[in-house]
């Protein structure tokens, strides 16, 4: 007997990677205070919350790739396939931004969110992925961890009957390339597996900052010293890596 496929939510289940040291630390505990003043702001808006949080989501990819193709022209070397994969990122996640904005139109008070913490939040990412690129994409992972549990509580509204279930943008339809039946949960579906993707790579990424033998953050923006880290070897060992 075949087993039965499994669906996209039992594929990427919500994980969560215990913070290990004090930059770990102090990147979780960054995203869950912006996760509570989030769920303060949205509440139960999930098309809101989403429109607001896919225009930050958007932003560290695009950061991460400058960086890293500043520091591939720096040590003339190969950056190992990081820059487009994480330009891929930040072009997925504005995807995102667009589905949303097909299901909820931001408000003027939240057009004034989105233009003040991005003024923020680029500058402080750029910093932080400059000097401390580990942090940075820890970060980001922890923020994606959120991400899908946020999704996967929108889908237990659709499913619930709380939150209704129109049919899909055509821009998603033709993004994800869904069945011209699909619904706003499938849509959630797709983007609850991209961010599963965002997470386990951003973890890996930052893994592999740390080094076998501990800190040196040497793969990324603050490098000086010029050692060549095997970036290839991490992206073959992710099965997620296409997710996004
Ligand atoms: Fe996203
Ligand atoms: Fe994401």
Redesign the pocket.
Known sequence: MTKPKLKSEELYPITHRAPEDVSDRVALGTVKVLRFVADRVFAGRYGHR?VV??TV??VPGMVGGLLQHLKALRHIRDDQGWIRELLEEAD??RM??MTFVQVAQPSTFERGIIMLTQAIFYNFYFFLYLFAPKTAHRMVAYFEEE?VISYTNYLADIDAGRHPNPPAPAIAIEYWNLSPSATLRDVVVA?RA??AG?RDRNHEFADHLLGPTGPNDRGAGGDTSGEDVDFESVRQQSPDRDAA
Request: glycine share 0%.
């Open positions: 989403a949080l896919e989501a958007a997925n996640e995102h931004l991400a983007v991209d961010e965002h």
